[in-house]
Structure formats: structure tokens, C-alpha cells
């Protein structure tokens, strides 16, 4: 059931009739506003894009292609209402920006888990310093380092997910806190592992979370 909706991101690209736009709205008390349609359309069919999308003073600041696609939505509801962040098709990854980043950080994420895998990753430019990648098909949460565009060895496969503890479907919160030698993982209020540093981390860390609904993420 979809409640109200301060932002509705959509794209549409119908090649048969040659229209390509890209989508602004609100669903507000059970109806949608009044639809923007922008003519820019960025985004190549099948390609990969970034889209940020930021709160500023007068709306959401709406950015892709390295910045040459910009527009400014105006905030028809408080941005103190919005609860949740949810993706309705395709491959979509949720990402913030970790200024000032080291040991005594604190990453948390909030979500409802997919029915298969999701990952929570921090990079450091193009690395994966840290993957943690819940399998529920496998019955495993892994966690992994991605250097150079390589992978490295996978740990925590051998240890089961805790039913107790992270289930398909179901609210999850993972926690990671930088320390001086690793990162320490808890997973719904419950010490998971230590992941000890494969790659060295930097002042300004990105978090991207891939799959499932991302309700809440926070860092201080």
C-alpha cells in the first residue's frame, strides 16, 4: 500500500513512440499531484547513470550525468515527513557521503531485506574497502574487499545466518563502526564479526546500499 510519497522519481523512455522524459511527482492523502515532465533526458536505455538527489533550502536538488542534468523540485510537503526511501524497478543503489571518516564512526542502516542478498559497501574512490553481503539463498552473510576491480577472499562464509538475527523480508539494522584495525559489524542490535582492514580507509568514504528497501541510514 503506498502512503504519501513527498518525492516520486520516475523515468520514461518509450522508444515506439520516440519519447523520452524524465518524471517529477508527489503522492500526497491518496492522490498524485500535478506531474513535471522534463524534456533532458540523460540516461541511455540499458547504460548505468548516477542520480543524487539532495535536500537544500527550497526542494530537492535533483543531479545526474556528472552534473549536467540538474533541476530543482519544489518541496510540496516537510521534508520532516519523510520516513523512508524505496525503489520501485530496476537496479537501483542508495549512497551518502562520509565526510571526516576514521576510527570512532559510525554507519547505520535501516531497512526491510529482499528475499535474497543485499550488500552494504563503503568505497574509497573505485575500492570496495568494505562489502557486506547478506545471502539468504546461501544462508550466509559475506564480507569482502574489492581492490583494483579484483575481489579478494570471501570470510564469514562459513558461518550461517542467525535466524534471530536477520531474516528475508523482515526490518533489519546493521551497524558499522570504524576502528583503528577493522570495522566492527552488528546486525540488529547483535555483535556479528570484526572485519580487520584490507585497505587503508581516507578522510572521505562513500556508502552505497544495494537491494531491499532502505528505510534510515545515519552516520555520526
Given at each position: 500500500m503506498l502512503h504519501s510519497s513527498a518525492f516520486h522519481y520516475y523515468t520514461i523512455c518509450t522508444c515506439t513512440l520516440s519519447t523520452q522524459a524524465v518524471g517529477l511527482n508527489t503522492y500526497m492523502r491518496g492522490a498524485w499531484g500535478t506531474p513535471v515532465y522534463l524534456t533532458q533526458?540523460?540516461?541511455?536505455?540499458?547504460?548505468?547513470t548516477v542520480v543524487l538527489v539532495r535536500n537544500t533550502l527550497h526542494g530537492f536538488l535533483i543531479t545526474a550525468d556528472?552534473?549536467?542534468?540538474?533541476?530543482?523540485?519544489?518541496?510540496?510537503?516537510?521534508?520532516?515527513?519523510?520516513?523512508?526511501?524505496?525503489?520501485?524497478?530496476?537496479?537501483?543503489?542508495?549512497?551518502?557521503?562520509?565526510?571526516?571518516?576514521?576510527?570512532?564512526?559510525?554507519?547505520?542502516?535501516?531497512?526491510?531485506?529482499?528475499?535474497?542478498?543485499f550488500s552494504i559497501n563503503l568505497f574509497k574512490g573505485s575500492d570496495n574497502t568494505l562489502h557486506v553481503n547478506p545471502r539468504f539463498e546461501q544462508n550466509l552473510i559475506v564480507l569482502n574487499t574489492r581492490f583494483n576491480g579484483v575481489w579478494g577472499p570471501e570470510e564469514g562464509g562459513g558461518s550461517p545466518i542467525r535466524p534471530t538475527s536477520l531474516r528475508a523480508g523482515e526490518p533489519y539494522t546493521v551497524e558499522i563502526v570504524c576502528q583503528l584495525y577493522g570495522y566492527a559489524i552488528a546486525i540488529n542490535g547483535e555483535h556479528h564479526s570484526i572485519?580487520?582492514?584490507?585497505?587503508?580507509?581516507s578522510k572521505t568514504m562513500t556508502a552505497i546500499i544495494r537491494g531491499g528497501t532502505v528505510i534510515d541510514v545515519r552516520y555520526i
Open positions: 533526458f540523460p540516461f541511455t536505455p540499458g547504460g548505468g556528472a552534473g549536467s542534468f540538474s533541476y530543482l523540485f519544489p518541496y510540496h510537503t516537510s521534508t520532516l515527513e519523510i520516513r523512508d526511501i524505496r525503489t520501485t524497478s530496476g537496479r537501483v543503489h542508495i549512497g551518502q557521503v562520509l565526510p571526516d571518516y576514521g576510527p570512532g564512526r559510525i554507519l547505520t542502516v535501516r531497512g526491510i531485506a529482499p528475499s535474497t542478498r572485519y580487520e582492514h584490507r585497505l587503508a580507509f
